[in-house]
């Protein structure tokens, strides 16, 4: 960046000078290698990085941002957006490491948003940080404090700095509202008035333009202040049209141009998008635009409460829109289309499953040797020695299906098992009465082809056994990184629980079925089983049909019944050949993509067969006469194949 550039970064920037000290350590060789920077919505953690990353780059060093909302939570996505941001071509952890190692004497490794990515935060504290080469320094942009574990780190814990972001002084608080245009009079009372909070001074100065800020109670609390402030800002937006688009858009995490179509079909979207794009605290990124939080929560809360009926339609469209968008996105664009379907989702045991908005303070993470002490304590603690005997024999197994979940002073305080259905010994499953159960009813209902069942075989806290805790939440919390990593062939997740009634609630929630008829009894106690069935379309597709219930949309019947191989038309249902069902289940579970007739051919007919792909065809023009009304659904691609709409 040149010395221009940077200097007019500095411009609109003022105050936290002892934050950019400290922060500026990490340009000494002796300096902090890992810093985390963390403070509540719109106090400025992302202007500081960029006033950091200007200095960083006019003193010679390399920076790469990763901003975490749009990053995959799970190895692979953050893999993936390293390799995007470095090149090499490969997003081999090793390789990646390496050529970070080659960037340059000073690499600064910075990961914005990081508040989103508290899934994936135990592999990057034990496993990718400590890799990391000496030129190299990793900066994290929180809401939230760090996890006590970054400091107990034994190689590195001592290198680890925080620097916690106030609001700002009196005087730095009125020289930002100078640089916005403020005069010294009313500077000096919105200062006082909006406690220093950085977003909220420049939205007072832009909301004073029209109003007289001195009416504005300075006993407001800071929420207040945001929200009281969005709406005048909205207000005073110059347009009618910009403030249509800005209200609908709020119930967006991601703002795209086919996004702004769908909820306002009668606008430009173009026009709609670049309008909205020129307000002053709405961010471009390279996938859409990003109104900030704090204004974008604040305006939806308005309109959720002065006209429902309009919130309630905004979000429908954008719900539609996601769905069609994502049956033909492609596997590395795939978490933004879920991260967005889980924004249009309010309810909070599903938003909280994988975005807490607490301070985490236990960590999971992989149990090992020195660990078999505390694990088995904690479960002949709660267990009988019939059920204790069957978990540490899994112990003794497969270890590495175990994780321990740790307190704050790093004592192991729980423990949970969980096994993949597609490596482990059937006959280990047998020899467990509670996983038998499982394999029998996989028996009953097989899996398709590539798709895996995630087996959550026991959690137990070291105080509340396996009832609900923070152990627990903190369990639950590491298994949606095991959704994200196994999607989209993960097609179940079985669980067992001595009381799974007092998960009723969040177990209906979610989708959960209790297995009538198949609880094991050992030293006493019931185990009962329960099953979550995503359906073909994996995590995405149950997230979708979970906000798809919480905002009213009734699906159309599924056209194919799965358990009874046959259509299911308007005019009743409609029996199928073998090979037309086959053919039917693959479009199906693929609807909106392209399907070829090779890889029907594979999956249908199976890869012995030698025939030609005039079969396909042939089986295609029946399974259109069948269809009827609705033939037209199967649409045939030219040197392709087919697609279903």
């Not at 919105?190 to 009416?215: D, F, I, M, Y």
């Amino acid at each position: 960046m040149s010395e221009l550039t940077a200097s007019r970064v500095h411009q609109a920037f003022v105050g936290r000078t002892s934050e950019l000290d400290a922060l500026r350590g990490v340009f000494a060789t002796a300096g902090p290698q890992v810093v985390h920077v963390y403070g509540i919505a719109g106090i400025g953690k992302t202007a500081l990085l960029h006033i950091l990353a200007a200095e960083a780059r006019d003193a010679g060093a390399t920076v790469i941002r990763l901003d975490c909302r749009h990053i995959e939570p799970t190895e692979t996505g953050f893999l993936q957006a390293l390799e995007g941001a470095i090149g090499g071509g490969d997003p081999d952890m090793d390789t990646l490491v390496e050529r970070l190692g080659r960037l340059g004497s000073l690499v600064l490794l910075a990961l914005d948003s990081y508040e989103v990515f508290r899934l994936l935060d135990t592999w990057l504290r034990q496993i990718f940080v400590a890799l990391l080469p000496d030129n190299v320094r990793i900066l994290f942009f929180s809401r939230q404090r760090p996890l006590d574990a970054w400091f107990s780190a034994p190689d590195w814990g001592r290198l680890v700095q925080c620097v916690p972001l106030e609001p700002l002084s009196q005087s730095e608080a009125k020289a930002l509202l100078s640089v916005h245009g403020m005069q010294d009079e009313d500077a000096a009372f919105l200062a006082r008035a909006t406690h220093g909070h950085p977003l909220t001074l420049k939205l007072a100065a832009a909301a004073s333009r029209e109003n007289n800020v001195r009416s504005w109670p300075q006993e407001t609390v800071l929420q207040h202040a945001v929200d009281e402030l969005s709406r005048m800002f909205l207000a005073d937006v110059d347009d009618p049209v910009s403030r249509r688009v800005l209200q609908g858009a709020v119930v967006l995490r991601r703002v795209t141009v086919s996004l702004l179509q769908a909820l306002f079909p009668e606008l430009a979207p173009q026009d709609a998008y670049e309008r909205l794009r020129r307000l002053p605290f709405v961010d471009g990124v390279h996938d859409g635009l990003i109104i900030h939080e704090a204004v974008r929560d604040s305006l939806a809360r308005s309109l959720h409460a002065s006209d429902p009926s309009r919130y309630l339609n905004y979000r429908r469209s954008a719900w539609r829109q996601l769905v069609v968008e994502a049956q033909s996105a492609a596997s590395d664009d795939l978490w933004r289309y879920t991260a967005d379907m889980l924004y249009l989702i309010e309810n909070p045991v599903v938003r909280e499953a994988f975005f807490p908005t607490g301070t985490v303070l236990h960590t999971v993470e992989v149990a090992h040797p020195q660990d078999t002490e505390a694990l088995a304590g904690i479960v002949r603690a709660h267990d009988g020695s019939q059920a204790s005997e069957l978990l540490l024999q899994w112990w003794r197994r497969l270890p590495q299906a175990f994780s321990i979940v740790r307190g704050q002073t790093g004592q192991v305080e729980g423990l949970y098992c969980k096994l993949r259905s597609d490596r482990i010994e059937p006959t280990w499953l047998l020899s467990d009465p509670v996983t038998a159960q499982w394999y029998s009813h996989l028996e009953q209902k097989p899996l398709r082809p590539g798709e895996v069942a995630l087996f959550c075989r026991r959690w137990l806290s070291l105080n509340e056994g396996d009832s609900p805790s923070e152990i627990q939440a903190a369990v639950w919390l590491d298994l949606k990184r095991s959704y994200m990593e196994l999607r989209p062939g993960l097609r179940r997740v079985y669980l067992a629980a001595t009381d799974l009634g007092a998960y009723s609630q969040v177990a209906q929630c979610l989708g959960f079925e209790v297995l009538a008829g198949r609880e094991v009894e050992l030293d006493g106690l019931s185990y009962s089983s329960a099953v979550l069935d995503f359906g073909p379309a994996s995590v995405d597709g149950w997230l979708a049909e979970l906000a798809a219930a919480e905002l009213g949309i009734k699906r159309a019947p599924a056209l194919l019944d799965v358990e009874a191989r046959q259509l299911r038309l308007a005019e009743g249902a409609v029996a199928l050949t073998p090979l037309e069902f086959g053919v039917m289940r693959y479009l199906v579970e693929r609807q909106g993509k392209a399907v070829s007739r090779s890889e029907l051919l594979q999956h249908v007919w199976g890869t012995s067969y030698q025939g030609g792909s005039n079969v396909v065809d042939a089986v295609v023009r029946t399974l259109r006469r069948k269809l009827g009304g609705q033939s037209g659904r199967v649409e045939t691609l030219t040197g392709v194949g087919y697609r279903l709409r």
